[in-house]
């Protein structure tokens, strides 16, 4: 491969001072490098107000496996300007050095593994892929980026595993005054900058999958749906929409998008985050952040999104992003999910569901074997257990081992057989 051995300075240095360090570099990158552990993000991301430029920096909170020098992904249509380890700013005789190989970043250090360390990333390119600085179908300037897919390395430098990364992270966007950003977690507060813009912030505390993460800015007007009597504690229930509409009474399934909020509840355990916000973005289907989803522009206004989307979409809210399958049983996660809808759909959110085995696709073999095995141990210890692995394994990922310990425990035996037994059966 092509390598592109770099130090942040533009000031001139003598090639004879930095050769050692460039090849002492230069045989890093040839070897593999373990796979350290990323986490916490810190993101700034400042879109243009024309064009599709995107401007980014990213501290990177790392746990090490080796002294392999940390290696990032981030697309070549990026252009990377300055690379700082630990916060220590560069100087004359002091240096970050750092290797650019097409869509890889590497960052050698002198650490070993179990020590931490952060990387600090400054960037900027012209946004493509699953991001999207531009306007929207009104013709609105809107920002919108997803890191779903291997969208991630689109706009962020992130670990090479992604598919199975999890961190907390920290967001801080910018928009044009009269916009709206949101991004996962909790909005801390909104700073007003002097030349009509706004920096908004928002932190996400429990650690979620890296390519769950999405963000937007635009022209968004707010709509609550969450009862006036609900209390203090329960989730907020919005929707954010470039004009307003959306989620009034008789608007179908995001009408009562509470109420199927409360219905997970009953059977899963607590929602996972303090808000469950319903936005308008340019994605061609539903697609979920924590505490966000993202609908296809126009699809909020008139009777919503689909009842069958809403349901499977948000169960995923507890099973795939608070709790994200591992290497093992993927279908066990995306099994859940789909369950919890089914009992959605079946008991329109008012009881138990009495979903028939056989109503359930061919398909949907993890959601036939989790029924089955409700009808072995019972609704009862099925539903407790059920909400005792979501405490269990709340923003963390999950395997089969882990859904049979909580399983067993609600049951007081074990319930690894019943369960293969439902595995074997649902084929």
């Known amino acids: 491969m092509t390598l592109d051995v770099r130090t942040d300075s533009v000031l001139p240095v003598s090639h004879s001072i930095y050769l050692p360090a460039m090849l002492t570099l230069l045989f890093a990158l040839q070897v593999a490098t373990a796979q350290h552990d990323a986490l916490r993000y810190d993101i700034t991301l400042v879109p243009s107000d024309t064009g599709t430029h995107l401007l980014g920096e990213v501290e990177t909170a790392w746990r090490l ?14 252009r990377v300007v300055r690379v700082l380890i630990d916060g220590r700013p560069n100087t004359r005789l002091s240096r970050t050095m750092y290797g650019r ?13 179990g020590d931490s360390i952060t990387t600090r990333i400054r960037y900027h390119g012209l946004a493509r892929g699953g991001v999207k600085v531009g306007a929207n179908r009104a013709g609105q300037r809107i920002f919108f980026a997803t890191a779903r897919g291997d969208s991630a390395q689109l706009w962020l430098p ?3 595993r992604v ?14 005054v009269g916009h709206r950003a949101i991004a996962p977690g909790s909005l801390e507060k909104v700073d ?7 920096v908004w912030h928002y932190r996400m505390e429990g650690p979620a999958p890296i390519a769950s993460l999405a963000v937007a800015t635009g022209p968004y007007q707010v709509r609550p749906l969450t009862p006036g009597g609900c209390g203090d504690g329960c989730p907020v229930v919005e929707v954010w929409s ?22 997970y509840a009953a059977r899963a355990g607590r929602y996972p985050y303090g808000r469950l916000v319903h936005v308008e973005a340019p994605v061609g289907a539903a697609l979920g952040a924590p505490g966000i989803l993202f609908h296809p522009e126009g699809s909020l206004v008139g009777g919503g999104p689909g009842d069958s989307v809403l349901a499977l979409e948000t169960a995923r809210q507890w099973f795939g992003l608070a709790i994200s399958p591992g290497e ?37 073999r993890g959601a036939r074997a989790l029924h089955r095995l409700r009808a072995i141990i019972g609704d009862s210890v099925f539903f407790a257990g059920l909400r005792r692995f979501t405490s269990d394994r709340m923003h963390q990922s999950a395997t ?8 067993s425990a609600a049951a007081g035996r074990d319930v690894g057989r019943d369960l293969q037994q439902a595995l074997d059966r649902a084929r």
């Open 65 to 78: 496996a080796s002294p392999d020098p940390v290696a990032v992904r981030l697309d070549s249509s990026m």
């Open 101 to 113: 190989s097409v869509n890889d970043l590497v960052v050698p250090h002198q650490k070993g593994a």
């Open 158 to 160: 992130v670990a090479e």
């Open 163 to 176: 598919a199975l990364d999890r961190g907390s992270a920290v967001f801080r966007i910018q928009a044009p």
């Open 192 to 198: 007003t900058l002097p030349y009509g813009h706004a």
């Open 242 to 263: 470039y004009s307003g509409e959306g989620g009034g009474r008789g608007s179908g399934a995001l009408g009562r998008s509470w109420e199927m909020l409360e219905f």
């Open 328 to 364: 093992e049983d993927p279908w066990l996660l995306d099994g859940l999910a789909k369950y919890l809808a089914s009992l959605w759909q079946e008991s329109s959110g008012r009881r138990i569901g009495t979903v028939r085995v056989d109503s359930l696709p061919d398909d949907l």
């Open 400 to 407: 089969r081992t882990d859904f049979v310990r909580s399983m």
